[in-house]
């Protein structure tokens, strides 16, 4: 079974590995149906979805149904403003046939003025209060690619998580995600991983998998390497895999192994590797 590790303040625990919407997207409903509760037996119970990947939020609600009590659920929305924080905040639980999120995150922060816009008046901030007061949200995240946003968020408002790449590749060649790293653990942050999986950015003419905008590690004993040193950070709870369901699936078996820490000779393997690759993400210089 996959391990669990505590998050939040009110004695939750999440599997280490994490299912993301994107991998039920575009599939029949019968096989995402068999996909979340493959997971789910497995030892899976942190579920994360966003209504921009494709019809994920629809084959996910039908799929977590008869499970969905057991299960830790994560939203998010990519609007700044209030309202449309309320319409998709409401379109969301329909699709996913619940009455509440365990964590509701605003969506892919990219720059200081969406992030403004989120805290002004009229903003999205403003519906996440109103709906944890509610009932309907019981934490309240976010995700980023830019660690400058991610750093002033979590100074601005006392946030539940902070979903954020933690790659290999990001920190050694990029110097991308250190200080978050850094500053999440003195404000009681919880750091979920984004990317642990990632590779580089796809060449010219590579063969491209629909569901990853980059290029994922297809071989397992990377793959192991890499999500083991992205769960031995310190702060980060867990790690959801690449969209592509055969990499989620080879990433569930990795997870269902006793985990280990990374250890220094195997961190040095990681430097090198790094070394011979592009980044997905890299901190401005």
Known sequence: MIAKRPYGKKGDKLSIIGLGGIVLARLPQKEADAIAREAFERGVNYFDVAPTYWDAEERMGPAIKPFRDKIFLACKTAKRDAKGAQEELEA??????????DLYQLHALSNMQEL???FAPGGAMEVFLKAREQGKVRYIGFSAHSEEVALEA?????????LFPFNFVTLFKGNFGWELLKEAPKRGVTLLALKAMARTHWQEG???????????ITDPKLAELALRFTLSLPNVTAAIPPGDENIFKMALQLGERRFRR???REEQQLRAEAEKLTPIFARAA
Do not use: G, M, V
């Open 92 to 101: 969301s639980l329909r699709k996913l046939q619940t009455d509440h999120f």
């Open 262 to 264: 990374i250890t220094p």
């Open 206 to 216: 590579a063969k491209r998998l629909e569901k990853c905008w980059y290029e994922p």
């Open 116 to 118: 403004e816009q989120c």
């Open 154 to 162: 979590i100074k601005r408002f006392p946030f539940d998580s902070a």
